[in-house]
């Protein structure tokens, strides 16, 4: 697997940022937002930053080239989008790329760290937390770091429990349960004693 990744984090590319604009111009309102928002037009970074906006639900301002009543619709229109970063990117992949492209394993991806992806060690401590708890297993790691993943002989689908963990109401012996009662050990056969006529 490829990965195609903005080279620095969206906002540095950002046509609004690094002083271009006023801190504020982007949260007017009213017909103030049409005139701020024509500075979005041509932002080699839109699709990220409306990603980024639309998935933490930035409530005030023009983001990625709509106001906050246009997203706020946009949202209402499509409850069922878990991810409009993962949606873009997908789009993207499907428009940008060739099919042999595609077939040859390259995606495309923003590169959000310290936005939706969290900085790296905030993510890999989360990731981490969810493997040690056996919510995800190694390949489902890999698979949000875009690393290919391990074969099963590798242990790449397997799911850790912690030891000590029970499962309320598990079976003894059952994976989570307690462990099966073992079978009580044979008592130890009786010293043998010599009398004193055998010593004799
Ligand atoms: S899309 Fe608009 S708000 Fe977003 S970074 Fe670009 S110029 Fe700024």
């Known amino acids: 697997m490829t990965t195609l990744v903005q080279d620095a984090h969206w906002t540095a590319l950002a046509a609004c940022g690094a002083g271009k604009l006023a801190p504020d111009a982007l949260f007017v309102e009213g017909a103030a937002q049409r005139e701020a928002r024509a500075v979005c037009t041509a932002c080699p970074v839109r699709l990220a930053c409306l990603a980024d906006a639309l998935d933490n639900r930035m409530d005030f301002g023009v983001w990625g080239g709509m106001t906050e009543r246009e997203r706020r619709a946009l949202l209402r229109r499509h409850p069922q989008v878990p991810s409009w970063r993962k949606m873009f990117e997908a789009a993207m992949e499907k428009d ?33 937390i969810q493997r040690r708890n056996g919510i995800i297993n190694g390949n489902e790691w890999r698979e949000r770091e875009n690393m290919n993943p391990l074969s099963e002989e590798d242990g790449g689908e397997d799911y850790w429990v912690e030891s000590g963990v029970t499962v309320v109401g598990a079976e003894p012996g059952t994976p989570g349960g307690p462990p099966a009662p073992q079978p009580p050990k044979p008592a130890p056969a009786p010293a043998k004693v010599k009398t004193c006529e055998q010593w004799m």
């Open 96 to 128: 940008f790329l060739t099919l042999a492209e595609r077939k040859s394993g390259i995606i495309l991806r923003f590169n959000l760290d310290a936005a939706l992806r969290g900085d790296f060690k905030s993510r890999q401590d989360g990731l981490a």
